[in-house]
């Protein structure tokens, strides 16, 4: 293993409350001594070898001389000698009359120079786990601390705030997500306690409270896919809506929507977003069960959007029970003429831990459908979300023999649904924010 530019002064180890001078520390690195006429030349032909350091330039003054030439500092462990130049370097320096050998320049580490992770591992204990990964929500850096990091909990946030300039608050999840509102407790580790957040997604804008709802950034590409098959003058139901970054993309993009979301939080940030976006008229909301919802607007809706032209989406992006959800289609339109054109295309998400996620997610679909999707469906994998477990979005065309057949023609799954809220609501011109 390459040895290490940095070797933290054993004082900083099991370090609780950040003490940033503690992590001084001078080096010895390589240098040349380059005339000060060739110099942006050289740094060109040489920036493979030069020292990258946070907030430390790799050009200094030359103490040695009157101003003629500048010392150009290199990455001791890429050069150690003068022959570990590659031939194409050493050329160079001949070009430009540049004398290859080396003197040695000390310089002083601090803080500033230090990636988050090399003062992370200097603090930890040593053999744990050291973790400087975070989710970007905004101004937010959102973590996901282990029980061993949690000592260190706020001198972590410190750090990852000080080399993250852009971040001015970060937080802790303690505890998992609740499947109804879809958001979790958190606590702020460092910086001001804003929980307000504005993202940009895919040339879209959001805000919302980020300690009340859910967003996961790590979803964009997936909303990108999914809204790419959206096209002007379809229709899309979103039963699961959250703060609207499937909605609202597909608006843009000239669909009617048709957006839900049980959590009121959720549904007043999308309330916001529609406004915010500028398609008002292209987005009514509703504050339901997702349930309630595919049974009442979408019920509502749907004949006649099946004898139109535009197609027709329903996107269930609530993966940790969406599936258990389709039962809600189970002759939904029974008391209608059954018809084979425009049905409904649909896009469920759900969790798998299962050896064979793809075959777990379909069989798991057509038990709530009462109605095999075997050979009928395509299923995605989105992402991985934990050791063993996948996201995977089932698309299928929702079947007539679903749609338009007895509900009570196989046996209704139990009921898994989202608590009706104490008060529910439709809200299609009325902006809250």
Request: some cysteine.
């Amino acid at each position: 293993m390459e040895p290490k530019l940095y070797q933290p002064p054993p004082g900083v180890r099991g370090m609780t409350s950040l003490d940033k001078e503690a992590f001084t520390q001078s080096i010895s690195v390589p240098a040349l001594r380059v005339p000060t006429s060739v110099l942006n030349k050289v740094i060109k032909s040489l920036k493979k070898c030069a020292l990258q350091r946070p907030g430390l330039s790799r050009v200094v003054q030359d103490t040695e001389d009157s101003g003629d030439f500048r010392l150009f500092l290199l990455d001791p462990h890429r050069i150690s000698s003068k022959s570990s130049f590659s031939e194409a370097e050493a050329e160079a320096l001949r070009a430009f009359g540049v004398d290859d050998e080396l003197v040695s320049h000390e310089l002083q580490l601090t803080y500033d120079n230090l990636k988050s992770e090399e003062v992370l591992e200097a603090v930890l204990p040593q053999g744990q786990d050291v973790t400087s990964g975070f989710s970007r929500v905004g101004h937010i850096a959102h973590m996901n601390l282990r029980e061993h990091q949690l000592p260190y909990k706020n001198l972590i946030g410190q750090v990852i705030m000080d080399k993250n300039p852009s971040v001015t608050c970060v937080v802790n999840k303690t505890n998992t997500i609740d499947s109804t509102y879809r958001n979790f407790k958190m606590e702020v580790l460092a910086g001001e306690e804003n929980m307000v957040a504005k993202v940009k997604e895919n040339g879209v804008t959001y805000e919302f409270d980020f300690s009340r709802v859910y967003w996961n950034s790590r979803l964009s590409t997936e909303h990108q896919r999914v809204v790419e098959l959206v096209k002007r003058g379809d229709t899309v139901f979103d039963v699961f809506a959250g703060v609207g970054p499937f909605a609202i993309p597909a608006a843009r993009s000239g669909a009617t929507v048709f957006a839900n979301d049980l959590n009121p939080e959720s549904h007043r940030w999308l309330q916001h977003n529609r406004k915010l976006n500028k398609v008002e008229s292209k987005v009514q909301t509703f504050n339901l069960d997702g349930r309630a919802f595919i049974q009442g607007p979408v019920k509502q809706e749907l004949p006649a959007l099946l004898k139109g032209k535009g197609s027709v989406h329903v996107v269930m992006n609530l993966p940790a029970l969406a599936l258990e959800f389709l039962d809600a289609f189970r002759g939904l339109l029974q008391e209608q003429a059954p018809c084979d054109d425009h049905l409904p295309t649909v896009y469920c998400y759900g969790f798998s831990k299962d050896d064979d996620p793809e075959t777990d997610v379909v069989r798991r679909a057509s038990h709530s459908l009462g109605f095999s999707l075997e050979n009928r469906c395509s299923v995605h994998f989105v992402r991985n979300v934990a050791p063993n477990k996948d996201m995977m979005c089932v698309r299928f065309t929702l079947p007539k023999e679903v749609l338009f057949g007895s509900s009570s023609s196989s046996e209704q799954t139990e009921s898994s649904g989202e608590p009706v809220p104490k008060r529910q609501k439709c809200e299609e011109t009325t902006d809250s924010t």
